[in-house]
C-alpha cells in the first residue's frame, strides 16, 4: 500500500518543506547540473556543496570509496566558490523548493565572507559547516568549542535567514551538553546532525593498500554503518533543546524505515548521503515510497506524529 495522503511535509525553522528529505551536502550538488536535478527530483529542498572564497578542484583521486554498509571520503571541499552559488541560487528558486546553502572555509574569516555573501542572496536556509574531515592540517571546528563559539557568534551577526550547524559526531554526553548549551546562547536555528565519522580508515587486504589517495587513506566514514552514531545525536540534541532548534538527521539512511528512526529520535527532516550518491536521485522516490508505508502500518499519519515519540525502557 502506498498511501497519499499520510502527510511527510515538516518544517525547519519555520520554513516548511512537501517532503522531509534531502540531499546531505556534498551528495549530488556541487555543479548547476546537480542543483538543478535535485530541484527537479523528489527531494524536499536543495542543499548546495559546502563553500568556500576560491573555486577549489579538492583533493587528488581516488578520493571516495563505497563498500557493504558505507563509503568513505577525502574529497577536499571541491566546489565552485561561494561568488558562483551566490549568482545561480536565484534561479534555482524555480523549483519551488527550499534552498539550503552550506557554507565551509578554511579560516573563520571565510565563513564569515561567505554567509555574508550568501546572505544577500537569501537562501532560505543556510548551513554553517563546522565538520569537514578532509583538510589536510585544518581541525574539524566542531571539535573546539572555543573556535566554534567563536566563529559562530560572527556569523550569527551577519546572517539575516534562518541559520543552522552542521556537526560532526560526538561520543561523550558531556560534549552534547557544551554544544548545545553554546547553541542556544548563539541562538541557532537549526542542527544537521551528524556530518560524517571523521578519519576512520578503510583498508583493502587483497592489495594491502588504503582505497582512497588523499591523507594516507583517512576520511570520512558516511553510510548505512554510521546510523547509530547518528541516531544517538539526533536523540541527544533533540533531548537538550527539545522544542528550540529544528533537528536534521543525516546519516545512515538507506530506507524509508532508516527515517522513521531518525524521526522517532527527533528529527524533523532527515539528509541523505552515500545512498543518493550511489543510487543515484531516483532514492528519494523509493525512500518516500517505503516512509510512507512504514507510517502507515505503523498508524501515523504524518511526520508530526511521530517525531520525537522514541519509547525509553
Ligand atoms: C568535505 C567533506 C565533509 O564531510 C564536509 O563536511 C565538507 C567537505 C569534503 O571533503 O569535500
Redesign the pocket.
Known amino acids: 500500500m502506498n498511501d497519499q495522503s499520510i502527510d511527510l511535509s515538516t518544517t525547519i525553522a519555520g520554513v516548511p518543506l512537501t517532503v522531509c528529505m534531502m540531499n546531505a551536502?556534498?551528495a549530488r550538488c556541487v555543479t548547476q547540473e546537480e542543483l538543478e536535478a535535485l530541484g527537479r527530483s523528489r527531494a524536499g529542498a536543495i542543499v548546495t556543496?559546502?563553500m568556500t572564497p576560491q573555486p577549489r578542484e579538492?583533493?587528488p583521486e581516488p578520493?571516495y570509496y563505497s563498500f557493504a554498509g558505507g563509503s568513505i571520503?577525502?574529497?577536499?571541499?571541491?566546489?565552485l566558490g561561494y561568488p558562483t552559488y551566490a549568482r545561480l541560487i536565484p534561479a534555482l528558486r524555480r523549483f519551488g523548493k527550499p534552498i539550503i546553502a552550506s557554507i565551509?572555509g578554511l579560516c573563520e574569516q571565510d565563513f564569515v565572507d561567505g554567509a555574508r555573501a550568501l546572505n544577500t542572496v537569501q537562501p532560505d536556509l543556510m548551513e554553517i559547516?563546522l565538520?569537514?574531515?578532509?583538510?589536510p592540517g585544518k581541525p574539524q571546528i566542531g571539535y573546539d568549542f572555543q573556535a566554534a563559539q567563536r566563529l559562530l557568534r560572527k556569523v550569527r551577526e551577519v546572517v539575516t535567514v534562518p541559520m543552522g550547524v552542521?556537526l560532526p559526531p560526538y561520543f561523550d554526553p558531556a560534549h552534547h551538553e557544551v554544544m548545545a548549551s553554546l547553541l542556544a546562547e548563539v541562538e541557532v536555528d537549526f542542527l544537521s546532525v551528524i556530518?560524517?565519522v571523521?578519519n576512520a580508515l578503510v583498508v583493502n587486504p587483497e592489495a594491502e593498500s588504503v582505497v582512497i589517495k588523499p591523507k594516507g587513506g583517512f576520511?570520512?566514514l558516511g553510510g548505512h554503518l554510521i546510523k547509530p552514531v547518528a541516531l544517538a545525536n539526533v536523540r541527544a540534541f533533540w533531548k537538550l533543546l527539545h522544542g528550540r532548534v529544528t533537528i536534521i538527521g543525516t546519516g545512515g539512511i538507506v530506507t524509508g524505515t532508516d527515517v522513521f528512526e531518525h524521526l522517532l529520535c527527533g528529527a524533523s527532516a532527515v539528509q541523505i548521503g552515500t545512498t543518493l550518491v550511489e543510487e543515484g536521485l531516483q532514492a528519494f522516490d523509493r525512500i518516500e515510497t517505503e516512509l510512507r508505508e512504514v507510517l502507515q502500518k505503523k498508524g501515523y499519519r504524518s511526520v508530526h506524529d511521530c517525531q520525537g515519540k522514541l519509547r525509553e525502557l
Open positions: 551536502s556534498g556543496k559546502s579538492g583533493n578520493r571520503n577525502s574529497m577536499g571541499l571541491p566546489n565551509a559547516n565538520s569537514c574531515p578532509n583538510l552542521k556530518n560524517s571523521g576520511g570520512g
